[in-house]
C-alpha cells in the first residue's frame, strides 16, 4: 500500500477560528484521517517542524506526499525544496492541494508563474470530469458539486497538463483547469484546485475520492532512475559486437 | 493568401425563418463576407450542389476549409468525406464550427464519438483564452462573451486536444473545451464551438477574428506528403555505405 | 484479472512454413500461452471464424483485445470494427501489435493513414524506453534488444501519441515511434511495434512482459459511458435550484 | 522581422584551437552571419560581457534568443536566468542549442533534471523529422545527416514534449528526441539537439534552416500577460449584471 505524508502548512489552523473549527486537528489532520480509514499508512509533517517535518528518512519513505500551502510558501527552504523535486524525480508521487499552485515545489517542477485569477465569495463550484476512463475519476459521477468555494480563474499560467482531468464551472461566470496531472522524471505529479479553508471541501466524500484515487495512480515505478551520462566509446562497443 | 472554401449544410436557411433573418445569404454566405474583407480568397460549397460542391477541383484549390454542418450529416457522401480527408492528411486546413462536431469528416479524423451534453436555452456562454500565446487567440482579451448561445457540455468525447485553446462557461451550469486543435497527418484540424443558427454568432466580430486567426494558423505547410513504403535492402544500403 | 481475448489473422501460419514452425499453434497461440502463465484469463479468436470470433458475447466479455492482423486487413468486416471500436469507446483495452498498425480498427480509432516505412533485413532492433515511469515499462531495462526484425522507420502517420513510451533504433539507420498510448472514449489503446512473422519475437521475455503490462494498464475504468445529449432546460434547473 | 540575440558561452572558443578554426568569430558569431543573410536583426550576447551581455534593454529587445552554453552553466547568475525566464513567460521565443540542455535556463523552464546519455565519438547522426506538418521542418528533408556528431541517447529527462519534431538516430545504437518544443507562459521554447563545439555542424546549411524556420516560429505573440490576481467580489459582478 502507498505510504502516504501529508504536508500543511498549519498556520491558518492557528490564527482563523473558523479553521479551527472546520478542521480541528488540522486540515492535515482530516487528510490523514480520511486516508487511514482507506488503509494507507500516512504520517503527517507541518511547516514549524524541524526541516519542516520532511527530513531525508521521512522522504526516503513516502511513496505519495501531499501539498497544501498558502500564506507562508516563502518560509520553505530552497534546501528542502531540492530534496522534495529529487524525490519526485526518482519516483514519488506529489499531490498539490488548491493554494499549493503557488508552492515553490510546484513552481519549480512546472516551470512556469503558475498565477491565476482568484476571489473569496463563497461560491458554487462544479468540478466536471474531462477524462472519464482516468482512475483518478473512479467513482465519481459527471461532475462534483462543492456549495461554497474560493473561485479560481484562468488563465491559470502551467504548463499544457499531460492529462487535463477536471475543469471547474464557477458561479461567478469563471472556469479552471482544476485537476491536472503531469510526468517529471519517474515522478507522477497531480494538481487538484479545491480546499480553501474556510470551507469544509476535505470533508466532502467525493473530494476525498478524488484525493485517495490519485495516491493510488501516483504509486512509484518500480524501478531505479535511468541512468544518465558517459557511456563507453563507439570502438569498445564496435570491439564488442565483434567478440 | 489562404485559400479558403467555406462549406455549409444551408438547410436551417431554407426552413426557419429566424435563421434566414440572421442570415441572409446563409451562414456560409455571411463568413465569405468577412473573409473576404479581410483578404481571403473565399468560395463557398453547399449540401445540395453537385458532389456537395467539393469536387476535386475545388478542393485541390482549396488551402482550408471551414465546415458548418447539423441537420443532414448523413446525407454527405462518403466518398467526399474520403476525399475531405485525404487533403487534410496532405496538408489542407480544417475549421470544423459548432453542430460540425458530429459531421462524418470531424468524427473519422478524429476516431471517438464527438458526443456531448446540449441544451438550447439562450443561456450567456464565455469562451475564456486558455493558451494567451496561440496565434488564434491573437487581438482576443481573456474571454468572449456571448449574450445567447445553445449550450454544449462535457463530457466531450474527443482525443485530448493537441492544445486546449479556449474553455467555455455556461450560465446553466456547464463548461466545454471549445477551442481545440489538433494535427492529422500535414493538416491542422481546429474544433470552434459557438455557432448554433438562431443566434447572431457569425456576427460577433471576436467570433470573427477567431476564425480569421485560425485559417492563417492552418495555412498548409510547403511539402508533400512524405514517401511511405518499401525502403531499399540494407545490403544496397551497406554497399552505398561503403563506397 | 483481465479478461483477454488475443485476436489474430492467422494466414501467414496456413502458408509459410518458418511462421508455422515459430508458432505452431499460430502467433495468437502463443500469445495466449505466456498470458495464461501470467494468470489471465484468455481466449483467442481468428479471421476465419465466424464473425472473426468476435461475436458481441465475446466482445462483451473481453476487458482487453491484443490484435495481430497483415495480410486480410481488407477482409475485417466494417460491421466487426465498427462493434469493437464501440468497445473501445465503452472501456475495453486494444493492444495493436506490429502490422496491425494498418488495421481497419486501428486506422478507425487514429484518423491518419498509420503509414510508415518498412524494409524485411533482419536487422537488429533496439527499443529504447522514453518513459521510464510509466507502468508498461516496469521491469525493462533502458532497451529492449531484437537480433533480427523488419525494419519500421518514420515518418509513421499517426496523431502525436498521448505518451510515447518506446522509440526504436534500427541497424540500417531509421528510427520509430514504437509504443504509444492513446485514449479513446473510455478506453486505452497500445500501439507496439515489434512483432514480423518470420522471427521469434513474441518468444521473448522482455517483449513478453511489456504486453503483460499493456494489458494490466489497459483495464477498463469501473464506470458507465458518461450520459450525453440532450439536458434539461435552464428554467426547470433554475427551478431546481430554488427549492 | 523577428529581433535576435544569439547567446554564447563562448569559452571553447578561447580554450580550443579546433573549435577556433571551426568558429573564428565564435559559434555566436557563425550563428549571427547566417541569421544576418536571412534578414534577421541580430546581436549577439557572452558570458564574459557585464551581465552576460542580456541587460534589461537588451532582454526588451528580443523577440527570441538562442542560448549556446556547455562548460560554464554555473557561472551564470541566477538573477539573469530569472530574467530570462520572466521574459519567454511574458513571450519572448528561446532556441536551446546542444549542450545547453543543461543550462539553467532550460532546466528551470522545464522543472527536470535534462540529463542524458553522451559519448564523443564523431558518430553518425540522423535527425529524422517526426511533424512534417510544423512549420520548424519547413524545406527539411526526411532526414538530416551529419557525418560526424557528439551522441546524445535516451533516456533524456524531459517533461514529454508539446510537439516531437526530430528524433536522432546514433551510428552507436542510440536515439533521441531532439528537436522538441514546449510553451512556457506566452513563450515558445525550442530545444534542438545538435552542435557539439568541434564539428562543423553550424555550418550545415539544413542546420541553419532548422534554426531559421525555429526563430520565425518564435516569434512572440502580440500581446501583453494575461492579468492575473484578486477579481472583484460577486455581490459587485452581480450588481454591475442587473443594471
Partial sequence: MVKVTVWNENRHEQKNPIVRELYPNGIHGTIAEFLQVEGFEVRTATLDEPEHGLTDEVLKNTDALIWWGHLAHDEVKEAIVEKVKQRVLEGMGLIVLHSGHFSKIFKALMGTSCDLLWREAGEKERL???????????????????????????????????????????????????????????????????????????HNKQIQRVIINALKWAEPAKRERPVYGHRKPLEEMKGEKSE
Same sequence: chains 1, 2, 3, 4.
Avoid at 133 to 154: A, D, F, Q, R, V
Fill in 128 to 202: 466536471w470530469v474531462i477524462s472519464p476512463g482516468h482512475p483518478i475519476t473512479e467513482g465519481i459521477p459527471e461532475y462534483i458539486e462543492l456549495e461554497h468555494e474560493e473561485m479560481y480563474g484562468e488563465h491559470f499560467d502551467i504548463p499544457q497538463p499531460d492529462e487535463l482531468i477536471f475543469t471547474s464551472w464557477f458561479e461567478g461566470g469563471e472556469v479552471f483547469r482544476s485537476g491536472c496531472t503531469y510526468n517529471r522524471g519517474l515522478g507522477k505529479v497531480f494538481y487538484f484546485r479545491p480546499g480553501h479553508e474556510t470551507y469544509p471541501t476535505y
